[in-house]
Every structure is written in C-alpha cells, then in structure tokens.
T-cell receptor, first 114, second 111 residues
Framework: NAGVTQTPKFQVLKTGQSMTLQCAQDMNHNSMYWYRQDPGMGLRLIYYSASEGTTDKGEVPNGYNVSRLNKREFSLRLESAAPSQTSVYFC?????????????FGPGTRLLVL | QKEVEQNSGPLSVPEGAIASLNCTYSDRGSQSFFWYRQYSGKSPELIMSIYSNGDKEDGRFTAQLNKASQYVSLLIRDSQPSDSATYLCAVIGSGTYKYIFGTGTRLKVLA
C-alpha cells in the first residue's frame, strides 16, 4: 500500500506557465482534498472532492482548477502560475464524509513560481 | 478572529519532561478534533483524534478536550528529541466534515 502519492516532488515555474499536480490514493477512499501550506498560515483547503464525480471549492480556490479523474486520482491545475502560488501543496484523502474521518496526507509538492 | 488558534512557539522542553500543547477554537458546535505531527519537510501524520470531553490516552500521548471552554490539548509524556516537530491542531466544525487547521506549534525537545 503506497497510501497517497503525489507528483512531482519539486517544480519551478515561470510566471504565466501552467502545470498540473497529480495525486493518487490506493486506499479505496471516497473523499480527496488539495491543501496549500505557507509559513505562518497553516494548511488551507483549496478544493475537495467528496466523492467520484464531484468537486467543490475550499477556502482559497482562486487560480486553481481540479479534476477528479476517477476514484483514485485527483489533480490540481494551475492555468497561469503567479508568484503568490509559491507554496507546498498537499493532497489528502479520507474514507468518507463523516465528521470523524481521518485524513491521510501525501508527501507534498514544493512549487516555486518565479 | 482565527477559527483555530495555536501558539506558534517554539516550545522548548528538556528530554524526559512533559510537553503541553494547546489549541482553542471558535465554533462552539465543533465535533471532531485531531492532532497531527509534521516533521520539517514532511507531510502531516495523525497522532490522535478525540470526539468527546475528557482525556484520551495512547502511549505517551494524551489528548484532552473541553468543549465548554473550547480548547483541546495534547500532552506528550517522557518527551524525546524525536518528538521535535510541528504539531497541528485540526477541528471539524458544525455541519461539515472539512478540517480547519491551526498554524501549528513548533516543539523542540532538548537532549
């Protein structure tokens, strides 16, 4: 069991470039999440997918789009990267949507936008 | 006002001491509470979850929840240098299943 995997681990972009961050889980979880983590800001929810075929905005969705490709995979796309999107991005998954569900995190993608 | 607040630290304790980490939250209807540990450059990993008032113990870790005072704490007994990390408090508010994270408390255990 790999758990939650993310690619790439590191990425440097120039302002205006686009890229897609990939996330996959092998735990048969229904719900998946994208967070960003910035110094002094904690983890902030960008988008989430409660179940396959559904996505919804979190706290900081501007500048991002997501695709829930299937039950296993949830991708995050930056259409036109900006320096303010320099951050560490974590994907997470949980079994379902109950309030007691534990979220499991991937290793993160470190993104630098110049 | 932040929804989940933690002292950023660093909190420094000597090896073998008890480390006490605190978290307060603003939503009185919050229902689930989690403590995650995050080593530098790594992803958060779950230490404890707690859902009802009182104490919950797991090895050297004890989570304490007081809903009336809207705080949750994590005690680490016999602290070890390997416990040095940032501890994140996460809360699920009323009517949702989404986490709200605090900014984390950095713990340093001195050998």
């Amino acid at each position: 069991n790999a758990g939650v995997t993310q690619t790439p681990k590191f990425q440097v972009l120039k302002t205006g470039q686009s890229m897609t961050l990939q996330c996959a889980q092998d735990m048969n979880h229904n719900s998946m999440y994208w967070y960003r983590q910035d110094p002094g800001m904690g983890l902030r929810l960008i988008y989430y997918s409660a179940s396959e075929g559904t996505t919804d905005k979190g706290e900081v969705p501007n500048g991002y789009n997501v695709s829930r490709l299937n039950k296993r995979e949830f991708s995050l796309r930056l259409e036109s990267a900006a320096p303010s999107q320099t951050s560490v991005y974590f994907c997470a998954s949980s079994l379902g949507q109950r309030a007691v569900e534990t979220q499991y995190f991937g290793p993160g993608t470190r993104l630098l936008v110049l | 006002q932040k929804e989940v607040e933690q002292n950023s630290g660093p909190l420094s304790v000597p090896e073998g001491a008890i480390a006490s980490l605190n978290c307060t939250y603003s939503d009185r209807g919050s229902q689930s509470f989690f403590w995650y540990r995050q080593y530098s450059g790594k992803s958060p990993e779950l230490i404890m979850s707690i859902y009802s008032n009182g104490d919950k113990e797991d090895g050297r870790f004890t989570a304490q929840l007081n809903k009336a005072s809207q705080y949750v704490s994590l005690l680490i007994r016999d602290s070890q240098p390997s416990d040095s990390a940032t501890y994140l408090c996460a809360v699920i508010g009323s009517g949702t299943y989404k986490y709200i994270f605090g900014t984390g408390t950095r713990l340093k255990v001195l050998a």
